[in-house]
């Protein structure tokens, strides 16, 4: 079973930026469809951005996108976001889901958390 791991939270302040990494415990981590999830209090789960496996292509949700960015280190094994112009908004947990062809298992983080506050 695959293992993801999130870190790179923490306290930012308005505007400020923030870059979080998913690390997995299967290599390659090309294989596999990524997404950033976040949850804010009393809120749903939702999506943020995803890259798709291999090719690399990529989708914001509409209130993070020219703000964040998702991407490969495929020396690293990670998917990074890189969380630019934080709003208070953005407080959230963030999670890193995973999937691929072939396995009916969806991969979850445990979260990591962003605040953003002034």
């Known amino acids: 079973q695959v293992q993801l791991v999130e870190s790179g939270g923490g306290l930012v302040q308005p505007g400020g930026s923030l870059r979080l990494s998913c690390a997995a415990s299967?290599?390659?981590?090309?294989?596999?469809?990524v997404a950033w999830y976040r949850q804010a209090p009393g809120k749903e789960r939702e999506l943020v951005a995803y890259?798709?496996?291999?090719?690399?292509?990529?989708n914001y949700a509409r209130s993070v996108e020219g703000r964040f960015t998702i991407s490969r280190d495929n020396a690293e094994n990670t998917v990074k976001l890189q969380m630019n112009s934080l709003k208070p908004d953005d407080t959230a947990v963030y999670y890193c889901?995973?999937?691929?062809?072939?396995?009916?298992?969806?991969?979850w983080g445990q979260g990591t958390e962003v605040t953003v506050s002034s």
């Open positions: 890259i798709t496996s291999h090719g690399g292509g990529t």
């Open positions: 889901n995973a999937n691929r062809q072939g396995d009916p298992l969806d991969y």
């Open positions: 299967e290599s390659p981590f090309s294989n596999f469809f």
